[in-house]
């Protein structure tokens, strides 16, 4: 079966909508999580099974100590750095 691409926009907020198509091949209805797993550059989208439910609430408590405004400006100093990397790399 030929692969087929649906498009999406972000909006401000980084909000998108799944499209119908794919919310149809992931069977997935309102309510239902789903799990990005990001790996050599590729995002892949997945309906979250009870599994990864399960080890999200396992760690979910472990991360509250990253969760000052310090450490919100460490990240955004992180995301600024890889953005300019990024935009280096394109020269």
Same mark, same amino acid.
């Given at each position: 079966? +030929?692969? &087929?691409?649906?498009?999406? /926009?972000?909006?401000? /907020?980084?909000? %998108? =909508?799944? +499209?119908?198509?794919?919310?149809?091949?992931?069977? #997935?209805? +309102?309510?239902?999580? *789903?799990?990005?797993?990001?790996? &050599?550059?590729?995002? =892949? @989208?997945?309906?979250?099974? +009870?599994?990864?439910? =399960?080890? *999200? &609430?396992?760690?979910?408590? %472990? @991360?509250?100590?990253?969760?000052? $405004?310090?450490?919100? $400006?460490?990240?955004?100093?992180?995301?600024?750095? /890889?953005?300019?990397? #990024?935009?280096?790399?394109? #020269?």
């Amino acid at each position: 079966m +030929p692969m &087929k691409a649906f498009f999406s /926009k972000v909006t401000a /907020k980084a909000q %998108t =909508t799944v +499209p119908k198509e794919a919310r149809e091949a992931l069977g #997935v209805k +309102p309510g239902d999580m *789903l799990v990005y797993r990001i790996a &050599k550059g590729r995002v =892949t @989208l997945a309906r979250a099974e +009870p599994l990864d439910r =399960t080890y *999200l &609430k396992a760690v979910e408590s %472990t @991360l509250s100590e990253w969760t000052s $405004a310090e450490d919100a $400006a460490a990240y955004d100093d992180l995301l600024a750095l /890889k953005s300019s990397e #990024v935009a280096h790399d394109r #020269v």
